[in-house]
């Protein structure tokens, strides 16, 4: 799938710039935020807060006046401390998909919980959504240049804090996984990392786990060792960014991690059981 060329006419997004917040414009429109300041930068269109001094409530649409009120949507009933014990598959599963595509922010302006994942993997966050007892499901976004996607953006300064405290940090280098995963629900979580960031190939035998943390490869490496016998290898090459890209691979034995890891039961993502089932089938 080649990314989308986006072709908003400028009088639609003067329109919307006039009326309503980048965030709630893009909202409008399908779109990611980020597309909307691109397409507002392209015309030489102000946004609302610069040409107001006024932001608007994404709660009731509201309009806020500068140091009033609350901009981003309350969720009354969010779970926040729900990865603050890994008691079920689901937790487990989740935590290693947010370790290997999530993201947190506690800057002062912007405290929030966000990932993201290309269509269609991105109907896993509807899941993720129930387990949080989020109101909404996942916002499908369409960004210039890119494949379309969906979201989940949480804004909780309290959920935010619990997952940084398990170790989903808001640089993905240095993200790990500090809270106890129970041995029998490690699976879950080394399913969520490969649905996440690993690579599953039928065709060509192939299963490695790849991300910029050193940790998370080093916590992967003691859990094969200690669930399957399995000595990992982990190797990294420099990106042009300066970070350490990390690839894990698992002894010569990458069927029997997917037989554990994606054995039935708990969430995971279609198109990657399906690589894995058809391994394990032509290959049994």
Request: aromatic share 8%; charged share 25%.
């Amino acid at each position: 799938m080649q990314g989308v060329k986006l072709e908003i006419p400028e009088i639609t997004v003067r329109r919307l710039a006039a009326e309503q917040s980048d965030t709630m414009a893009a909202k409008s429109l399908g779109i990611a935020v980020s597309s909307f300041f691109l397409l507002r930068k392209r015309y030489g269109i102000p946004s609302f807060t610069r040409s107001t001094g006024c932001r608007r409530s994404l709660r009731d649409g509201k309009l806020l006046k500068p140091g009033e009120g609350i901009a981003h949507p309350w969720h009354s009933d969010l779970y926040v401390g729900c990865f603050e014990r890994i008691d079920s598959p689901a937790k487990a599963y989740f935590l290693g998909l947010l370790a290997a595509d999530g993201h947190t922010s506690l800057k002062p302006n912007a405290k929030f919980v966000s990932i993201e994942l290309q269509q269609p993997d991105d109907a896993v966050l509807n899941e993720l959504s129930a387990l949080l007892r989020l109101n909404r499901g996942a916002q499908s976004l369409l960004r210039e240049g890119k494949k379309p996607s969906g979201r989940l953006l949480i804004h909780s300064r309290e959920l935010t804090e619990s997952l940084i405290r398990g170790g989903i940090t808001e640089n993905t280098e240095t993200h790990s996984l500090r809270v106890h995963v129970p041995p029998d629900l490690r699976s879950h979580c080394v399913r969520g990392l490969l649905d996440g960031d690993g690579h599953i190939s039928a065709r060509k035998k192939s299963l490695y786990l790849c991300g910029c943390s050193e940790s998370i490869a080093a916590t992967v490496t003691q859990w094969a060792d200690e669930q399957l016998g399995i000595q990992a290898a982990c190797k990294w090459r420099s990106l042009p960014s300066g970070k350490r890209f990390f690839t894990l691979t698992f002894g010569g034995r990458p069927r029997d991690v997917l037989k554990w890891a994606y054995a039935p039961g708990g969430p995971r993502i279609p198109r990657k059981e399906v690589q894995a089932d058809l391994w394990l089938s032509m290959y049994e």
